[in-house]
């Protein structure tokens, strides 16, 4: 019997009982009958531990058996060796042995230490296992090699017991992961192997580790804790990643990118580029004098999924490296923070070749030479420190990347791509061109050469696409989004496609795929000729153009655009993040007589057809410092756009961070080998949130501490599968996790009242207490006791709710006490208070509307509205009264905001656009609800006057800009509404203020 018995019996469950166990040794090459050399029963690598293990069902009276592969491993003491499972064999149906005798002088197997050769049997056994199912996928049932004869003959008449007494039929084959009958006491045995995308510092797939890790986990409930092997394992890897990365981080570095997309319209270039190139002559430019090749200071990792970059960031100076050279040290080596610019240029082009020769065979490079030579030509004086690292063309899509000659060295792992989706979903005329490169940081001349070390390298991937045109084929652009995601690949380098030897602790790794997803990246850059439109008439678009007053024209019109509307919806580019645009549309000009005053085809609607767009991963920040389109360029029907962006990235040697990864695997191997249970302990069980308001933002926190001896996963789960976990008024982060054995960590439990929150609780019971339930793999669950009072607010309801309320909402007691559907009130009393205070003053302040308050002084007058009480300023023209009066103001915009539903509903704004009079626009109010006539009437007297009021010309326009989307708001519950003309509804609501 083995010395690891006891072992292998301490870690079974009670259920379990091990049956039988035997020390072997693994055979190299089971074609042969020579046994292992007597050193190997001294590598305890090569050492097996293999026993039978019974399990009992005393409900259903019945046994079944499997083999139990064990491993020994390095545990913290060096002289001891820990067992790990390494594969399990159902005893069942084809289950076998086949054994054989081999003769050689052996050594005691007990004997793990020493080295002195003893008197053993020259005879042993080997042992092959013909398995029904291997529960470990890619691992092959090794044969074994073993001389302890009684041993072996229990093992074997355990085995052919357990086979005769199971009751699944020979021919069957059980999935353990699926079945709910036969084997699922196995499941917590199974070793979870790492991902070898996990194990390398590679970067993973955007699509998944940008997705929230609670998404990713399987659907878990109170008592029903979902697949804990999966999920364990899917915490563990991010868990494992994220740390890895910050033992590992020396610091920060940083790239510049500039991005352009182009259509040519088949075109030869004529003009010159130097605009779009280099960003001259426009405010995109960052300014001179800073470098765009700056050092940071070391920083915490980055969110997966990081907020939008925010517009015209300021970027770090670095322009004397020497002074700070020992604190920051400079990503590039000698001068080059003398030549200014971004250090990777890309380019795209689409249309390049229009011929149908080119369509149908072209290997001609006449075009792409002459493209870059006019390139080369627009960077002027700056091309002599530039080199073309790479390109790829297809047809008239060709997409260029240039870097800095002092940055050559760094790039490496350039691959190219094609893929056409255009004439019968294969030719070239649409589709993307793809290049994906790897960008090294070079060594730093403050390091010693002793510490030189190979640094982890940045990935970087560009797509230039061309999508299908014409405006109705939207979901057409959408559909070759999806299949140029699947289709643009790169080829795997044959070291690529072999996993890495990691240490056997982890068992051997299936195959990486053979080639690489776009998506397989650390930054996603994503441009070209996307030809998504803009939903929205012909001349509504044409007027909101040329109406220089309308501030908000570009944003109005955006709102329309039908690529900002599939990535809300996520029918395509779902991830994706693209800045705000700030310039006309680039397509379509034309250089003929039928144009309007701002040269645009007047058969073809313009649109923001040419777009750049990124995906940043967890291990890199993406800034973006301009976005737009360059006017001067005028050869195309299309504009060139262009953006600049600075990526910051961790500084880390590579293989200092596979030992990392392979080390915190180490210290969360008990979650796989070992069934003792997790043991965390909460500092508190009951959270009290007190009053909660309208906009309230409140955090708690609870510490976790893991007051046990072996790792703990945790994660909340809903009371039900069908419920969320938590309510909708309080977010919890993180929600997932991993703890090691005496570690704590911090969960924050914020309130956030906002305005779709509120109007589910404004007529709801008032008491928000709950149940939170935070899970633990092995392990019990904890139980986290919340509560809290919401205080209602007239904010977030319904116009229909608000002139039923007997009184300030505050004093309602419950639904039952509103007044009754026939005897409403004209107004609701809160606008009608907002109101009379404004018009107190004989003359209103300037510029109403159009400064920003203080929110405290909104908080204040929302509380007053929701209680009753007086407003703690009178109207008047002194400074205290007009400082209020803005806060006033948008405290009555925020309320109309915040109804439910708008004052003239959807479905009336089509007659709204038609009136062409004040005095039918008039007649259109008896369509609306009393109430919401009165409001109407209200609010645009009050505006009327304010507007007479003012001096300044344009008032009424920025007025109407404002309100009109307010009280006249779209239904965005209707994606696929006919857009109502925004230019006719403006229309309408000036016929009432001016």
């Not at 229990?154 to 007494?165: A, D, F, M, P």
């Not at 490079?365 to 960077?379: K, M, N, S």
Request: net charge negative.
């Amino acid at each position: 019997m083995s010395s690891f018995y006891n072992s292998i019996s301490s870690s079974l469950r009670s259920t379990e009982d091990v049956l039988v166990a035997v020390d072997a040794l693994v055979v190299p090459n089971s074609s042969t009958n020579t046994p292992p050399s007597p050193e190997a029963s001294e590598n305890w690598h090569d050492r097996r531990v293999l026993a039978v293990v019974s399990h009992k069902d005393e409900w259903a009276l019945a046994e079944e058996g499997a083999l139990f592969v064990y491993k020994l491993s390095a545990s913290t003491n060096s002289t001891v060796r820990e067992l790990n499972v390494q594969n399990i064999y159902p005893i069942y149906g084809n289950f076998s042995i086949v054994m054989s005798q081999m003769r050689r002088n052996t050594l005691d197997l007990s004997v793990v230490s020493s080295k002195t050769v003893l008197d053993q049997p020259r005879s042993g056994f080997s042992l092959t296992v013909n398995p029904a199912k291997a529960l470990v996928d890619g691992i092959e049932a090794p044969t074994f090699y073993a001389t302890d004869v009684q041993s072996l003959s229990s093992l074997v008449t355990e085995c052919k017991r357990l086979k005769e007494t199971s009751e699944i039929d020979s021919q069957e084959t059980i999935d353990i992961s699926q079945s709910a009958s036969h084997f699922n006491w196995l499941r917590p045995y199974i070793p979870r192997a790492a991902h070898p995308s996990i194990l390398t510092s590679g970067p993973p797939d955007l699509r998944i580790v940008n997705k929230p890790l609670l998404q990713r986990l399987s659907p878990a409930s109170a008592g029903l804790p979902g697949d804990d092997d999966a999920d364990v394992q899917i915490i563990r890897d991010a868990w494992a990643r994220d740390k890895a990365r910050s033992l590992v981080r020396r610091g920060r570095r940083r790239i510049s990118l500039r991005l352009g997309t182009f259509n040519v319209n088949g075109k030869m270039p004529s003009q010159d580029l130097s605009s779009w190139v280099q960003g001259t002559g426009t405010t995109a430019t960052l300014p001179e004098d800073e470098a765009l090749t700056a050092a940071l200071p070391p920083t915490p990792p980055p969110k997966a999924t990081p907020p939008r970059s925010p517009k015209n960031v300021t970027m770090p100076k670095n322009d004397d490296l020497g002074a700070n050279a020992s604190a920051t040290p400079s990503l590039t080596p000698g001068s080059i923070n003398e030549v200014h610019g971004p250090d990777i240029l890309v380019l795209g082009f689409q249309e390049l070749d229009l011929s149908a020769e080119a369509l149908i065979y072209s290997t001609s490079t006449v075009r792409e030479d002459a493209w870059c030579l006019a390139v080369f030509a627009a960077l002027g004086e700056k091309a002599v420190h530039y080199e073309k690292l790479a390109s790829k063309q297809l047809v008239g899509m060709l997409i260029v990347v240039l870097v800095k000659k002092t940055l050559k060295g760094c790039c490496g792992g350039v691959k190219v791509s094609s893929v056409g989706s255009g004439i019968l979903g294969v030719m070239g005329n649409k589709g993307a061109t793809a290049i994906r490169m790897t960008f090294t940081p070079p060594f730093q001349p403050d390091i010693s050469t002793e510490d030189q070390y190979a640094a982890g390298a940045l990935t970087l991937t560009f797509v230039n696409a061309h999508l299908a045109a014409f405006d109705e084929m939207v979901d057409k652009r959408n559909q070759e989004f999806h299949e140029l995601s699947k289709r643009l690949e790169f080829g795997r380098d044959s070291e690529e496609t072999e996993t890495p030897n990691y240490d056997d602790d982890f068992g051997t790794q299936p195959g990486r795929p053979a080639n690489i997803s776009i998506y397989e990246t650390d930054a996603l850059f994503w441009m070209g000729d996307l030809n998504y439109r803009v939903d929205i008439p012909d001349s509504d678009f044409r007027t909101l153009l040329a109406d220089e007053d309308w501030n908000d024209r570009l944003n109005t019109l955006v709102r329309y655009d039908q690529l900002k509307k599939s990535i809300t919806s996520k029918m395509a580019f779902d991830g994706f993040f693209e800045d705000v645009i700030t310039y006309l549309p680039t397509y379509r000009f034309s250089p003929n007589f039928g144009t309007d005053k701002l040269g645009y085809d007047r058969k073809r609607r313009p649109a923001w057809t040419d777009r750049i767009l990124y995906v940043p991963g967890p291990d890199c920040n993406i800034t973006q410092h301009s976005y737009t389109s360059y006017s001067q360029v005028t050869m195309s029907d299309h504009r060139p756009v262009a953006a600049n962006f600075s990526v910051d990235f961790d500084l880390y040697e590579k293989s200092r961070y596979e030992s990392a990864m392979q080390q915190l695997y180490r210290e969360v191997q008990a979650l796989d080998t070992t069934h003792e249970r997790s043991i965390i302990k909460l500092d508190q069980s009951f959270l009290d949130f007190g009053e909660i308001r309208y906009c309230t933002h409140l955090t708690k926190k609870v510490v976790i501490e893991n007051i046990g001896r072996i790792p703990c996963a945790w994660r909340f789960v809903p009371v039900q599968l069908d419920s969320p976990i938590y309510p909708e008024w309080l977010s919890i982060q993180p929600v997932t996790g991993m703890i090691l054995s005496g570690e704590k960590i911090e969960i924050a439990l914020t309130i956030q009242m906002d305005n779709r929150v509120a109007a589910s609780l404004n007529l709801g019971p008032r008491d928000l207490s709950g149940t939170l339930i935070l899970h633990t793999v092995l392990g019990k669950d904890h139980f986290i006791a919340i509560s809290g009072e919401y205080l209602p607010s007239c904010f977030g309801n319904k116009l229909s709710t608000l002139i039923r309320l007997p009184g300030p909402i505050r004093s309602l007691a419950s639904s039952k006490d509103l007044r009754p559907e026939n005897h409403p009130l004209n107004a609701p009393r809160e606008v009608m208070r907002l109101v009379n205070w404004l018009m107190g003053s004989d003359k209103p302040p300037k510029n109403l509307f159009l400064v920003s308050p203080d929110e405290t002084t909104l908080d204040t007058i929302r509380e007053c509205l929701d209680t009753g009480e007086e407003f703690p300023w009178s109207p008047g023209e002194n400074a205290p009264a007009a400082e209020a009066s803005h806060a006033f103001a948008y405290t009555l915009l925020r309320l109309l905001d915040s109804l439910i539903e708008p004052i003239i509903p959807a479905l009336l704004h089509p007659r709204c656009v038609q009136m062409t009079s004040r005095d039918e626009a008039f007649e259109l109010l008896d369509a609306l609800q009393s109430a919401a006539v009165n409001v109407w009437v209200t609010v645009t007297a009050f505006l009327h006057f304010i507007c007479q009021s003012s001096e300044d010309p344009q008032y009424a326009s920025k007025i109407a800009d404002i309100f009109t989307p307010v009280l006249m708001r779209d239904d965005l519950k209707e994606s696929t509404a006919i857009p109502v003309s925004p230019v006719g509804k403006r229309r309408f609501f000036l016929y009432f203020i001016t």
